[in-house]
């Protein structure tokens, strides 16, 4: 099998096996490697390459569209909706006149939903992993890192208890050791 095979079927799997969260994720992502290679191609004047680059953009921002739940989702779905019909006529506009900055804005606004989303997700990881933990008998709970990994405080109690070398003698030497003459 080649190589180009084996990652597609690679990347496919990723795609099919990710959950709602991270595939929007993955649609950020995309947007953004896409737009930085028509910034890159709009610098280096080659419009075509720039317009394919802008198109593929302006195609996942419409999955994004079509990905939202507007039953569901609220206030929230329309702000959201509003903001990508913007970054979408952007970059309809960007593609018409070439212009990086308009790429840029949008790049700009993706990075920070991309970064708004990638913070959500942990964060409701995290919440998952703790609902779980509580249904598990204490015996089979994985440890909190909070109660195995010393404090800040702890560790910087210990370090003022270390005695510190005084001026007129040798600091150790790194490794836990000194040679003494």
Known sequence: MSAKRAYSKYRNATVETASPGKLVLMLYDGALRFLNQAVKHLEEESPKEA??????AEDIVCELMSSLDMDQGGQISKNL???YEFMYVHLVEANLHKDVGKVQEVMSLITDLRDAW???????????FRAKQSTLPQAQRTPDLSEVAPSKKAVD???????????DEDAPEPGGFSIVS
């Open 157 to 167: 109690a210990k370090a003022k208890q270390q005695p510190k070398p005084r001026d």
């Open 81 to 83: 909706l509003a903001l």
């Open 118 to 128: 990638a913070q959500a997700i942990e964060i409701h990881a995290q919440e998952e």
């Open 51 to 56: 317009h394919f680059a802008i198109v593929r």
